[in-house]
């Protein structure tokens, strides 16, 4: 638990003689109209855990990647032991000492663990020599880090947590003193992600400089010395570990929307629409993604679902749509059993429409004309030609109607889904969502990357639509639209529910659900 | 998202301008070639345009050439649609001689045209037929649509052979081909050359394709798949089924150059008549950029450099035949290959007086 932490409280403390390990200075990085990178400072103090903490999307892939060469940042600079380098690819951070071990590995899985230790280190037209040498190096690292791993195993026949190990012994191989981890437990068992984080712990014991890349509250409190939080692009907070909590965490990432209040009247909940119970989904790994899952959403009420990204809400909404066929447990519409139809189509005729979390992805074909994309996931309603054919006129004067009705500009039904902004491109996929008298509006991001025309437009339209006895799911990030639009609000943690709340509930302790902590617990036992 | 840094360019520059300057080039380059060997470029290239576009016989040899290119082409484009780079166009039409001479020899005792209907559509079966596995096995299976279709192509080969030996040679004959089929023929139009009617199905063809595409719920659901697969599952559409169907349909269009060929042409199967057809198809449908007013205009130029070539070899000994290949090829090259390669000049043309 938290016992090996006071032996370092002196660490974390960057001494006033020693260079950061790595500072990052201004680090400014643009990608088209994403702004990913909004002018990042942040100094590695030597011999340290430093968290990055932030949502999908919040920048914190793109500066690693700038550190480690991937990208060249527009402006910043970078400093490595208080000297400015210039890295430019990732030959030139790894000449700097910098090593990193990608979310998804880089090994060649029919390679020894020896062969993949000094790939890119060869050195000479003779393999031998090297290996020799890597066999001795590799012993000593076993030793000295507790890195065990058998060298002449083939690491494709390794269970993940010790590929892993190969990826670290690889950039250590290689000189590394900074080890860069992009989410490094996401495919770990919580039993492997322990004996990294002892790993980890004994590497900076031992004088290196280790960075963590998450979206995992409790990894952070479990085994940083001090944490940034990044949030759309920008460096927000850089604090001590020991001086913070997974709830200050949690509220400091999700942070405030532009959202401007909204008018909302009491809500008249009718029947039941949509009923989960003891929903599960396991992914391929047969890791529950989604666990024992059970709510309801009545007509005319929206349940909001809050929760820090990548904890089961994403798989929730593929499963309510179709996208994805339960493990166990049942998804009722209006009493009907739709969980194992698993067919997109199917719900939608059931009256089930699905606003997805990523519409330029998902929710729009991007190339096609605005009228044809309009018309995704309906393009075999009959209203809109005969058997086998699309009648054009049709297509265009629902497009049509469908943009003056939600005001999408430019009102060009034949420009390209692509050339419209965020908002107006989220306008267009409720447009076709709403717009055919759905049952059950489910609806992930509603105002994500949209401009602040739609920003007002769009929840209003939501809370419209809940007065006319819709029943409305919502996933967000945004806490604040959570409880402005919803009537009540379910708290996922880690694909599990971790409780209800009503709106006006404070944000407090709705930060502390999405850290997984229940109310009467003490914060610091997120630690654990 | 990084293309944008290069703008949008107005259509006409797409459809037009960029695919004209990149034959200018190619030809300018084969030019230096016929230069290194010894000819006139410029007298060269006079022969070869007036070998097909000079006289009825070179026109109607050209639009016999283009006829085929135009269903290959074709073939190719649809299945580009659903993103799926359809390598066996050849192996289709060859395995689709074999419809078209089943019904050509064996329905003599039934009424011409319907037997020559049902000879059509027994080509585009047997086409779809071999589209379809490998089709199959992409959906199912997960083997590598380029590589299956490549293999498909072998197979076919020496499946006709074997056919065309065993079954089809009459006994006693040593050619290695059918007998003629003398029950149906697709209408010569200007005997002596091979123009047949089949370019009139060509024709039809291409509207059909553009038809499917663009205004079917089937041909959006083949787009959809293609430019973006998880949207369309988002959209409940079933991409493997997508991919099956595409794949069938494509070795159905790539079918139809066999009735050209077996009942347009030499009337009986013979050994290789796709004669590498079905790969030009792919610079056609590349060139004409999957779209079917391109793949015919595409077509016709290469029915022009195959029949202008050849009465350019027979004129100029010293460029042999293969030489005209190395011309078409860098069309290939410059159009399909190269296609984008002019593509910042221009843009950096059009954009100069934005961004000053």
Redesign the interface.
């Given at each position: 638990m938290v016992s090996d932490r006071p032996a370092r409280q002196d660490r974390s403390a960057p001494g006033a003689s020693a260079p950061p390990a790595v500072e990052l200075i201004g680090i400014d990085k643009r990608?088209?109209?994403?702004h990913a990178n909004r002018h990042v400072s942040l100094a590695i103090a030597k011999g340290s855990i430093h968290g990055i903490i932030g949502e999908n999307g919040a920048g914190k892939s793109t500066l690693m990647s700038i550190l480690f060469g991937f990208y060249a940042a527009d402006a910043g600079e970078i400093r490595v032991n208080g000297r400015k380098v210039d890295i430019t690819s990732s030959g030139d951070a790894i000449a700097q000492g910098i090593g990193m071990v990608h979310q998804h590995f880089m090994l060649v899985e029919p390679f020894t663990v020896l062969e993949n230790v000094v790939l890119g280190a060869e050195g000479g037209a003779l393999i031998g020599p090297a290996l020799a040498r890597a066999r001795g190096v590799l012993e000593r690292l076993a030793r000295d880090y507790e890195l065990d791993v058998d060298p002449d195993a083939i690491v494709g026949t390794l269970p993940v947590g010790l590929q892993q190990r190969v990826e670290i012994l690889k950039a250590l191989f290689k000189g590394a003193d900074v080890l860069i981890l992009d989410e490094p437990t996401g495919v770990l068992t919580p039993n492997e992600a322990d004996h990294l984080f002892h790993i980890l712990r004994g590497l900076r014991d031992q004088g290196k400089t280790v960075i963590i890349i998450t979206h995992k509250l409790n990894e952070i409190m479990e085994v940083t010395d001090r944490v940034s939080v990044m949030r759309r692009g920008e460096l927000v907070a850089t604090v001590d570990t020991r001086d913070t909590s997974a709830a200050a965490l949690a509220e400091l990432m999700v942070g405030r929307s532009v959202l401007l209040e909204v008018e909302k009247g009491e809500g008249k909940p009718g029947a039941v629409v949509l009923a989960v119970e003891k929903l599960t989904w396991r992914d391929s790994k047969n890791v529950a993604r989604v666990k024992d899952v059970s709510f309801a959403v009545r007509a005319g009420e929206i349940v909001g679902i809050a929760g820090v990204s990548g904890n089961g809400q994403s798989e929730l909404l593929d499963l309510i749509?179709?996208?994805k066929r339960p493990s166990a447990g049942t998804i009722r519409l209006d009493g009907q059993e739709i969980g194992h139809l698993a067919?997109?189509?199917?719900?939608?005729d059931l009256g089930v429409a699905?606003v997805?979390e990523d519409r330029q992805?998902?929710?729009?074909?991007?190339?096609?004309e605005e009228c044809?994309s309009a018309?995704?996931?309906w393009?075999?309603d009959p209203a809109l030609?005969s058997a086998?054919?699309?009648d054009?006129g049709k297509v265009e004067g629902r497009a049509a109607a469908d943009m003056a009705a939600f005001d999408v500009r430019p009102q060009d039904c034949h420009l390209k889904s692509a050339k419209f902004s965020g908002g107006n491109q989220q306008k267009i996929v409720l447009a076709r969502e709403i717009g055919r008298d759905p049952k059950l509006l489910i609806v992930g991001q509603p105002t994500r990357g949209v401009d602040v025309g739609a920003i007002e437009f769009i929840p209003r339209r939501l809370l419209e639509l809940r007065d006319q006895g819709k029943a409305i799911l919502l996933v967000s990030v945004e806490l604040d639209e959570i409880r402005s639009l919803s009537d009540r609000i379910l708290v996922m943690f880690a694909g599990e529910v971790m409780g209800e709340r009503p709106p006006e509930t404070d944000e407090r302790e709705l930060g502390l659900l999405m850290a997984g902590v229940q109310p009467g617990d003490r914060p610091e036992a997120t630690a654990s | 998202?990084?293309k944008?840094?290069h703008g949008e360019l107005p259509h006409w520059v797409d459809t037009a301008l960029i695919p004209a300057v990149n034959l200018v080039v190619a030809l300018l380059v084969a030019g230096l070639v016929v230069l290194i060997i010894g000819e006139n470029p410029l007298e060269a290239l006079g022969i070869l345009l007036k070998g097909a576009l000079g006289s009825v016989r070179g026109w109607s040899y050209m639009l016999y050439y283009a006829t085929n290119f135009t269903f290959t082409g074709l073939a190719v484009a649809v299945a580009f649609h659903a993103g799926l780079f359809n390598i066996g166009g050849e192996g289709q039409a060859y395995v689709a001689g074999l419809g078209a001479a089943l019904a050509g020899l064996g329905l003599e005792f039934l009424p011409w045209p319907i037997a020559l209907l049902i000879g059509i559509m027994a080509a585009m079966a047997f086409g779809a037929l071999w589209g379809f596995i490998p089709g199959y096995l992409q959906a199912r299976r997960g083997s590598h649509i380029v590589i299956t279709t490549i293999m498909f192509n072998f197979i076919a080969a020496s499946l006709m052979v074997y056919l065309i030996n065993n079954w089809f040679r009459p006994a006693g004959r040593m050619a290695v081909e059918s007998r003629e089929i003398t029950h149906i023929s697709l209408v010569n139009l200007l005997p002596p050359s091979p123009l047949n009617a089949a370019v009139f199905l060509a024709g039809l063809a291409a509207w059909f394709t553009w038809y499917l595409l663009w205004?079917?719920?089937?041909g959006?659901?083949i787009?959809?798949v293609g430019?973006?697969p998880?949207?369309?599952?988002?959209?409940?559409?079933k991409p493997q089924r997508v991919i099956m169907i595409t794949m069938a349909i494509s070795g159905a269009l790539a079918g139809l150059m066999a009735v050209n060929e077996v009942l347009g042409v030499h009337h009986r199967l013979i050994l290789e008549f796709a004669g590498g057809a079905g790969f030009v198809g792919i610079a056609v449908a590349l060139m004409g950029r999957s779209h079917p007013v391109g793949v015919v205009l595409a077509a016709l130029l290469f029915g022009l450099l195959y029949q202008g070539g050849a009465e350019l070899s027979f004129a100029k000994p010293a460029i042999t035949r293969d030489m005209i290949v190395v011309i078409q090829g860098l069309v290939i090259l410059f159009m399909g290959a190269l296609e984008q390669a002019f593509r910042p000049v221009l843009a950096a043309f059009f954009f100069a007086p934005e961004k000053a």
């Open positions: 990608f088209g109209p994403v749509a179709g996208l067919d997109p189509a199917r719900l939608r699905h997805p992805a998902r929710g729009l074909i991007m190339p096609f044809e018309i995704l996931g393009h075999d030609g086998l054919w699309l054009r | 998202m990084m944008k840094v205004r079917t719920r089937l959006y659901e787009r959809a430019a973006n998880e949207a369309a599952v988002y959209a409940g559409i």
